[in-house]
Each structure stands twice: as C-alpha cells, then as structure tokens.
C-alpha cells in the first residue's frame, strides 16, 4: 500500500489520514508497509525487535505476542504514513534514524522501540507535526 498525498498536501490533514488508516489497516499489513517504507531492518529495529523473522511473520498474518507489540505497531505505522506520505519514504526513514530536539535528541525509532507505547505516542506525533509545519 502506497499512499502520496498531492503537493498541496496540509500537514493536520496528512497526521489525520494516517490516525484513520492506523485503525482501519488490519495489522499484517501494517507490518508490511512499515517493511516496505523503512526496509525490514530498521522497521524491526524501531519496534524493538532483535530480527527481522518477527516483523516478516507478522507482515504474512503470524500472531503478534509480545505485550504493547500491536500498539508499538500501529504508533510506527501511523508515524511511517505521515512522513511517507508527505515527503516519500527517504524522508521517512531519515526522519526515524535521526536524533530529535522535541524528543531529549533521541532518534523516533529508539523511542518507539524502548518507550511505552502510551508515552511514545504523543511525543514522536508532536515530533512529525513539527516537520510537517516546518
């Protein structure tokens, strides 16, 4: 699933469809458009998993066990669909590897990956706001 916005794209609306799509898209699927916008390792990476095995099983509709995956899952996705969105997957994956002011100069993937779903979730949104009114 690929989705690009128009050129004259508005920020609040972008972080509005990925809100809508990260309920509607069942997760197997977003499994995969995490793995197809980040590449599996740093999608793996930014959930917190060891390998890459975990993320491609989920992706083809295998179970997800761990306690908060799901949701780290969804907060990636809806993360990865702003910014893929408005300014491609370079962006996306630029964006999760680099450290970030709003976040203590923490890098999005590592917050998503170690902090509470909950808490991560507001703070790498705010972040993604920021780029997108920058």
């Known amino acids: 699933m690929t989705t690009q916005v128009s050129s004259d794209w508005v920020p609040l609306e972008v972080l509005e469809h990925a809100h809508k799509l990260s309920v509607r898209v069942p997760a197997d699927e ?28 989920w992706a083809r509709g295998g179970p997800i066990k761990a306690p908060d995956a799901e949701h780290r899952l969804q907060v990636l996705f809806r993360v990865v669909t702003a910014v893929n969105e408005a300014f491609g997957p370079a962006v996306a994956a630029a ?26 979730e507001p703070r790498v949104l705010g972040a993604v706001e920021a780029l997108l009114t920058a």
């Open 30 to 57: 977003q499994a995969e458009v995490v793995q197809q916008v980040l590449g599996a390792r740093l999608a793996a990476a930014s959930l917190g998993l060891k390998d890459t095995r975990t993320l491609s099983s």
């Open 95 to 120: 964006f999760m590897r680099g450290t970030n002011s709003a976040l203590g100069d923490r890098a999005p993937l590592v917050v998503v990956a170690d902090d509470p779903p909950a808490e991560a």
